[in-house]
């Protein structure tokens, strides 16, 4: 065994490493950014090094390579994403004289891209989807084999992933505008404009099998995932084994994915993915090869879970020359388990990121059955540099019912307070009766946005009370004494039993209004209609400055108290004009200056996080007031940037 790592990852990737590391008695050296200075993968490691001036060292292989020699680390990680798939970068490390815990530079060429793997998995023998996988690239040529093949068809960029450089083609007159869209993200992308096409598959389930092979020419499968919960190719909720899967075709796609790793020699941790078509039932023909992916994946706990294994382990084993610790007919699957990806983002705003401070984290794992594989704690920052994962929550039981009922309790529990999360939507997604039927296909989610939480909606009525409610009750003149009443207003006398308070709020950037009600020594709070909505559990409340937080039923919102008369110098109405960040992020770029007239709709400000840009326009016609936001700034959400007050 190595006596060294260096870990070429960051987040809950690098903290799920140093855990494995540890247990074996491998000391871990993580490496890191600026930007990921002080994170928490950082302080679990036993000794850091950092490299580059920005965000990008991740990919910085010549960099890396020297903090590999300068630690004197024996071996190398590249956990997943990143260079985790990268030939040359192997090769490199080779050459240093360290150890690459990955497969051979090779078999990652071979399947690293789409068109000559699944030339490859036809020459073995593996079912492939029908489609044209060659290289002849003139547009009406492919044209021509959209034709034969029929449509819907998909075109697919050769090196793409993760969804981008594809496009859904149902017509074929829509054939060469679609080509042309695919060839342009696949350059900017890859670096690769070529693509291959596709029959569509209309109800695809998308399943994948976990292989492992080790330089004496043993491969071995470790069954299937599910990952079908996916939203624009982005996988969501995964689980292991696939639901309603016959075993028949169980052990001929398993038989598929040996198959493909022995073709490439293929050494350490992979994945064979599968598409099955769903429409035809699941029999044993139904599926075809997809794609490998020549690293660990995110979602192998659910693996692990079902097998009682440790597969970073059998990484270091097989990187080190050991022989696979245990043969095909010693891996037996038990129960099911389940995980789901809690991230910061927006699903309310299409899926916004929404990195910035988590001022309070509770993942509850008192009892042992909730595993947690997180790259950050409370207090810590999701930063606005890389991907929005702040844990993986993963639940295993004796039964797939069980790891359902399971898993909603541990979202039903969860707690994260900052950055807007994907709780609300994920509970929503696994309570969802096609999921609990086990027949859903990768279509569910894209399909019922509106059902799962995923589009916008009014903020939580019951998170406006609790967060006006705390508000008033820290306004409080004296805690302890005779006005002890949190409701307490110094407000005109009233000859009656009952008086009213209006109370203005600015809830998630809009203005809303309450009424305090306060009836025989006891205060009321409602919305202006009388209506005071019931909690289905406890909020959550947390102080920040100039407001509160409020997390209910997993949404959360800003609240804070206004003054009612706040604005009406400037003409201010219901109808806000003021301009907030929508998320933690950065201001790249500013179009307007104090005092400048624009049209509605004009063009303000970009904000700018986890690659993503989102402009800001204004909601009417006006004049730019009260600006505050500057060009290279970091801004956190629901930050006042400026105002559109009326001319």
Not at 35 to 54: C, M, N, Q
Not at 320 to 345: H, V
Not at 526 to 547: D, I, K, M, N, W
Request: include cysteine; aromatic fraction near 6%; proline fraction near 6%.
């Amino acid at each position: 065994m190595f006596a060294n790592v260096l870990i070429a990852n960051r987040g809950e990737i690098a903290c799920r490493i140093v855990r494995t590391a540890r247990r074996l008695g491998v000391k871990s050296i993580a490496l890191h950014t600026p930007a990921d200075r002080g994170a928490l993968f950082t302080r679990v490691a036993d000794e850091t090094i950092e490299i580059g001036e920005g965000a990008s060292g991740y990919l910085d292989a010549e960099a890396i390579i020297a903090a590999a020699l300068k630690t004197g680390a024996q071996c190398l990680h590249p956990g997943y994403g990143f260079l985790s798939e990268n030939a040359d970068f192997a090769e490199a490390c080779a050459k240093a004289g360290i150890v690459f815990v990955g497969p051979p530079p090779a078999a990652m060429r071979a399947m690293g891209l789409k068109s000559a793997a699944k030339a490859l998995m036809v020459k073995a023998g593996a079912p492939v989807v029908p489609g044209y996988h060659g290289d002849n690239q003139n547009s009406k040529f492919l044209k021509e084999k959209a034709y034969e093949i029929g449509y819907p068809v998909l075109i697919k960029a050769i090196a793409g992933g993760g969804g981008r450089g594809m496009r859904r083609v149902d017509a074929h007159v829509d054939f060469e505008a679609a080509l042309d869209s695919a060839m342009r993200e696949g350059q900017s992308a890859f670096g690769d404009p070529r693509v291959l096409i596709e029959k569509y598959i209309v109800a695809p389930r998308h399943i994948e099998v976990q292989i492992f092979g080790d330089a004496h020419g043993d491969v071995v499968h470790l069954y299937e995932r599910d990952c079908s919960l996916q939203r624009r190719h982005q996988k969501v909720i995964e689980e292991a084994p696939a639901p309603g899967l016959p075993e028949a075709t169980r052990a001929a796609m398993a038989a598929a994915a040996v198959t493909a790793a022995k073709a490439v020699g293929y050494v350490g941790a992979g994945t064979v993915e599968f598409i099955v078509d769903s429409s035809r039932g699941l029999g044993p023909d139904s599926f075809y090869f997809l794609e490998m992916n020549t690293r660990l994946q995110v979602e192998h706990p659910i693996t692990e879970a079902i097998l009682g294994l440790d597969l970073v382990e059998w990484q270091f084993r097989v990187a080190a020359g050991e022989p696979l610790p245990l043969r095909q007919a010693d891996i037996k699957p038990r129960g099911a388990a389940i995980e789901a990806r809690l991230c910061a983002e927006n699903p309310e705003v299409g899926f916004l990121p929404s990195p910035g401070r988590i001022h309070a984290l509770s993942l509850d794992t008192t009892d042992g059955r909730l595993r947690v594989d997180a790259g950050v704690e409370a207090g810590d920052v999701v930063t606005p540099f890389y991907d929005s994962m702040i844990a993986k929550l993963i639940v295993h039981e004796a039964t797939r019912e069980e790891a359902l009922a399971r898993m909603e309790e541990a979202l039903s529990r969860a707690v994260v307070i900052g950055p807007q999360t994907n709780l609300a939507f994920l509970r929503a997604l696994i309570e969802a009766p096609e999921v609990a039927a086990g027949g859903y296909d990768t279509g569910l989610i894209d399909a019922n946005l509106e059902r799962l939480g995923a589009t916008p909606r009014e903020p939580n009525r019951a998170a406006t009370l609790a967060g006006v409610a705390t508000l008033l009750a820290a306004r409080a003149p004296d805690a302890t004494g005779p006005q002890s009443d949190p409701w307490a207003v110094a407000d005109a006398f009233e000859l009656t039993g009952e008086r009213r308070v209006g109370v203005d709020a600015r809830v998630d950037g809009k203005r809303d209004r309450l009424v305090l009600t306060i009836r025989a020594g006891r205060s009321v709070l409602s919305f202006r209609h009388g209506e005071t909505p019931a909690l289905a559990a406890a909020p959550f409340v947390h102080p920040v400055e100039g407001g509160v937080l409020v997390l209910a039923s997993g949404r959360q919102s800003h609240v804070e108290l206004v003054d009612p008369l706040e604005g009406a110098a400037a003409g201010a109405s219901e109808a806000s004009g003021e301009i907030s960040a929508p998320m933690h992020g950065r201001v790249i770029g500013l179009y307007v200056e104090d005092g400048q007239e624009v049209e509605e709709g004009a063009r303000l400000a970009v904000v700018e996080a986890m690659k993503m840009e989102h402009a800001l326009v204004a909601p009417r016609a006006g004049r730019i007031a009260d600006l505050s936001a500057k060009v290279g700034e970091t801004v956190e959400q629901g930050r006042r940037l400026m105002s559109v007050v009326a001319p």
